[in-house]
Each structure stands twice: as C-alpha cells, then as structure tokens.
C-alpha cells in the first residue's frame, strides 16, 4: 500500500496531477480542492494517497490532507459509491461544508454537487451521520486552543439542551469569538435563538 507521494509536479490536469519521484512519474486522481492547494508545476508537494486496485490496472487517488483521505474512505463505505463518485463528492464543496452538510442532514447541499442525485445523498448522510465529527472542521481564526475548547465546551451544552449537532455547532460557531467563554457562548446563542 502507497501511503503518500512526495515529490516535483510535473503536470496538473482537470482532476488529476502528475509527480515525479525517484525517477518515476505517478499519475494520482485528485478532487479539485486537491488540485488547487497543492501548488504548481516545478514545485514539491506531498499527497496523501489510496490505492485503488481494479481488472484493468491500480489506479491512486490522491489528498491534500489526512481529513480529506479520511472523508474519502467513509465515503467509498457507502453502499453505491465508487472511488470515482467518492473524488466527484469531495469536489464539489469545502471539505467543512461537506462536512457539516453531511452532519446536518442537508440533502439539498449534497444534491447541488454534480453526479449526485437524492437518493444517493440521502444514503450518504444516513450512513455517515454519526462516523462524522463536524466540531473537527469548523473552519476557525482562533490563535489559541482556549477558545476552540471553549467552542467544543459549548456544543456540548447546546446538545444536551436537545438541539441536534449540525445546529449546535452552528450555533457555537455563530456565537463565539477569541475571548468568549463556554458559558458566554452558550448564553449568546440562547439569547439570539429567543429572538
């Protein structure tokens, strides 16, 4: 198994990247997120890779980051997705909002990607409601760990209030800023839901 690729891009293609290492060049499939963060042509980048063994050849896809290869697998766990289907999905939002659209059972989001209709969205969020933890992608400008703890603290709260995740991660997020407390949060966001 090829955990990742480090090395020179040689090319960059609409859903795929060529990378030379060792004398050899790889041709790994890629979402566009992918595509667009790892660089240029000339320039050395390290991919996160699965390897993906079919009748007709082993064909590697290839992630930005560990998140999305992880994303990537829980996907191709669904009954119905392919490898293919699965890098078509990760192209098609933010990992973030992927996430959290998965988290909240937003199956309209999930339709807008293309190659996907509602019943395999559907089949996705009831399959990976629960495997996913959207409190790990929410997309934050904190410096310190204190206030995403803080964060995380108050998702909590809001849970055992009786909201679901999606809305109590919405909600937290929507409420919190670097100095803010759990409990300034909580009450923030209990305040604004009364109005």
């Known amino acids: 198994m090829i955990s990742y690729i480090k090395g020179q891009i040689v090319s960059k293609q609409d859903g795929s990247v060529i990378i030379e290492t060792g004398g050899i060049g790889y041709e790994i499939f890629v979402s566009n997120n992918t595509l667009v963060s790892i660089g240029d042509a000339g320039e050395n980048c390290l991919i996160y890779t699965h390897m993906h063994m ?80 959207p409190i790990n992608y929410i997309e934050t400008t904190f410096a310190s760990a204190d206030a995403l703890s803080a964060v995380e603290e108050a998702v909590q709260v809001l849970l ?30 209990l305040k604004n839901m009364a109005k």
Do not use: H, P, W
């Not at 995740?165 to 949060?185: P, Q």
């Open 160 to 189: 055992s209030l009786g909201l679901t995740r999606y809305e109590s991660i919405k909600l937290a997020k929507e409420n919190s800023d670097e100095n803010k407390t759990a409990e300034d949060i909580v009450k923030n966001a």
């Open 54 to 133: 079919r009748e007709d050849g082993i064909i590697l896809y290839g992630f930005s980051s560990t998140e999305e290869k992880n994303l990537f697998n829980l996907l191709i766990s669904v009954s119905g997705i392919g490898a293919k289907l699965a890098v078509g999905v990760l192209s098609g939002m933010k990992l973030s909002e992927l996430i959290l659209a998965i988290a909240g059972e937003d199956t309209c989001a999930l339709q807008n990607i293309k190659g996907l209709g509602k019943k395999t969205a559907e089949r996705i969020i009831l399959e990976l409601k629960e495997k996913v933890n």
